[in-house]
């Protein structure tokens, strides 16, 4: 599918690892998401970039680092995480932050912290 | 900041029958509100949106109203059929694009 691309699908990683969830959008959009969702819980914003610049940091731990270097993608560096940080990592895209446009979202990243 | 929540958290109907899904915000600025279907193992997708100006929309057998006096909005699908199983989520947002999302509907359709 094309739209808004997430890899990896899925990730395994342990406590002490580092990894990364890329994202990429071939939509033209200007604002791109990372939302965590998690089992009987709501679609939780973490990270908001609207033209590379990070408007929205919705208290996410330190451990959680996003990067954006450039309208197309966004990533998602993970280190030292904790169990409960084992969720659905999806991104998302829209045209630009200050308007109501659809998101678009990813397939997203299941993440299993062990 | 917005709250969103949303009932049921799960619905069971029979094939042919109506569903109602509810939503209520609490920020009055909000002016935007989607609604996305998350089938298993797939991404969440856009059925509908609605905004402030507007009371009721409706596509095929879907359709959201707003109530803004009352803060709350549902989803209504009718003549339900077995590929409408899937997770519902409503959102709400203030216009800055970031939406806030209720936990969401499990529907089972039962032929």
């Known amino acids: 599918e094309t739209g808004v691309t997430q890899t990896p699908r899925h990730l395994v990683m342990g406590m002490t690892n580092k990894k990364s969830l890329k994202c990429e959008q071939h939509?033209?959009?200007?604002?791109m998401y990372w939302y965590k969702q998690s089992a009987k819980k709501p679609l939780e914003l973490m990270f908001v970039?609207?033209?590379?610049?990070?408007?929205e940091n919705n208290s996410v731990p330190s451990r959680f680092s996003p990067e954006c270097p450039n309208s197309s993608h966004l990533f998602l560096h993970l280190h030292t995480l904790q169990p409960e940080d084992s969720a659905l990592y999806l991104c998302?895209?829209?045209?630009?932050?200050?308007?109501?446009?659809?998101?678009?979202f990813g397939q997203g990243t299941r993440l299993t912290v062990v | 900041g917005e709250n969103v929540e949303q009932h049921p958290s799960t619905l069971s109907v029979q094939e042919g029958d109506s569903a109602v899904i509810k939503c209520t915000y609490s920020?009055?600025?909000?002016?935007?509100f989607p609604w996305y279907k998350q089938e298993l193992g797939k991404r969440p997708q856009l059925i509908i949106d609605?905004?402030?100006?507007?009371g009721e929309k409706k596509d095929q057998r879907i359709a959201v109203t707003l109530n803004k006096t009352a803060k709350h909005f549902s989803l209504h699908i009718t003549e339900t059929q077995p590929e409408d199983s899937a997770v519902y989520f409503c959102?709400?947002?203030?216009?800055?694009?970031?939406?806030?999302f209720g936990a969401g509907t499990q529907v089972v359709v039962t032929p």
């Open positions: 998302a895209s829209s045209q630009d932050e200050g308007v109501n446009t659809e998101a678009f």
């Open positions: 970039y609207n033209f590379k610049e990070q408007t």
């Open positions: 609605i905004r402030s100006n507007v």
């Open positions: 959102a709400a947002s203030n216009g800055w694009g970031k939406l806030q």
């Open positions: 920020d009055s600025a909000s002016n935007y």
């Open positions: 939509l033209g959009h200007n604002a």
